[in-house]
């Protein structure tokens, strides 16, 4: 079985104001600034992605009204205000959201708390932001795909081990190579919320002739909920401390015949610590230099699992 029956999705639920970093009632930027890696071209995602991104400006708004009416002692008003736009939003978000929503909205109706209502509203808020749809695995129409898995000489049989304590946190992550299995957990305490593996290329690689990269029998933890990142760095990414470009993938239906295909064109935005650069250059798949694999929050939020049979590059 690829999920122990421990692997249950941890609960960071606070009560207080002061257990929540402050950050949590300051603006979010604008949710049209936040670049969306879609799964599909087709007419379903166009339209989820436009619903997405409706209820992210409805967020927004809300966040507008509701943050300065907290910070003015009126917490009834922004409880009134979240609650309303969670109602509002909850048929324009992916279902594993929607049931977070209508969970935490559920709640503030039956429990006469505002303070408590209002801060549990805006953590699913801030997931909903925060949240980008997967790639996940398709069928392809192109006949003359061919893969090319990655050799054991063309990566370290063990990766480094990339956590949350660099900034103080205490999620942990373990590499299996003789199953290509990744496992773990992710933790909020002291702010953190992240575990990854690199694996640095003893010699720089040269992609170009390539289309992306694949990764077959894919399988993983929590699968309507958990999403994981796809890191890849650049030389130029080894001139920028602290950057690379990433890709969110999923296989929320537990499909093992069909192959995640991983285009270069999604990594079109480097990030130094999860921030976009503007004006960045785009990944360029002629100089790599390294790849990962990363769970982090909001999606991953305590025991997870992920595990393939094999992984490399599309032509």
């Not at 007419?43 to 966040?63: E, F, G, R, V």
């Not at 650049?234 to 470009?245: K, Y």
């Not at 999923?250 to 130094?272: G, K, R, Y």
Request: glycine share 6%.
């Amino acid at each position: 079985m690829i999920v122990r029956p421990s692997m249950l999705l941890a609960a960071a639920i606070a009560t207080t104001k002061h257990s929540i970093p402050t950050r949590a009632f300051s603006p979010w930027p604008n949710p049209s600034t936040i670049i969306l890696n879609m799964s599909s071209s087709s007419s379903t995602a166009d339209s989820s992605h436009t619903q997405l991104t409706q209820a992210k400006h409805l967020i927004s708004k809300a966040i507008s009204i509701g943050a300065p009416a907290y910070n003015a002692g009126n917490i009834a008003e922004c409880a009134r205000v979240y609650q309303e736009t969670a109602k509002e939003i909850a048929p324009l978000v992916p279902s594993t959201l929607q049931s977070k929503l209508l969970r935490e909205v559920e709640d503030g109706d039956i429990h006469n708390n505002p303070d408590a209502k209002a801060w549990a509203l805006r953590r699913v808020f801030d997931s909903i932001i925060e949240y980008q749809p997967p790639l996940v695995p398709q069928a392809t129409a192109d006949t003359n795909t061919s893969y090319e898995p990655f050799s054991k000489t063309q990566l370290p049989e063990q990766p480094l081990g990339v956590m949350d304590n660099v900034m103080g946190g205490v999620s942990t992550g373990s590499w299996i190579s003789q199953s290509n299995t990744f496992f773990g957990e992710t933790s909020l305490a002291n702010n953190g919320g992240f575990a990854s593996l690199r694996w640095r290329f003893p010699i720089v690689q040269n992609w170009s002739y390539a289309k992306g990269i694949y990764i077959k029998g894919l399988r993983h933890s929590n699968p309507s909920e958990h999403t994981f990142r796809i890191i890849l760095k650049d030389a130029t990414c080894d001139r920028v401390r602290l950057s690379n470009f990433k890709a969110v993938f999923a296989n929320p239906e537990q499909v093992e015949d069909t192959p995640l295909l991983i285009p270069f064109s999604v990594f079109d935005q480097m990030e130094q610590m999860g921030t976009p650069m503007v004006g960045s250059p785009s990944f360029n798949p002629s100089a790599v230099t390294e790849i990962g694999i990363m769970a982090i929050k909001p999606s991953v939020v305590g025991d997870f699992q992920l595990e393939f049979t094999e992984w490399g590059l599309y032509v």
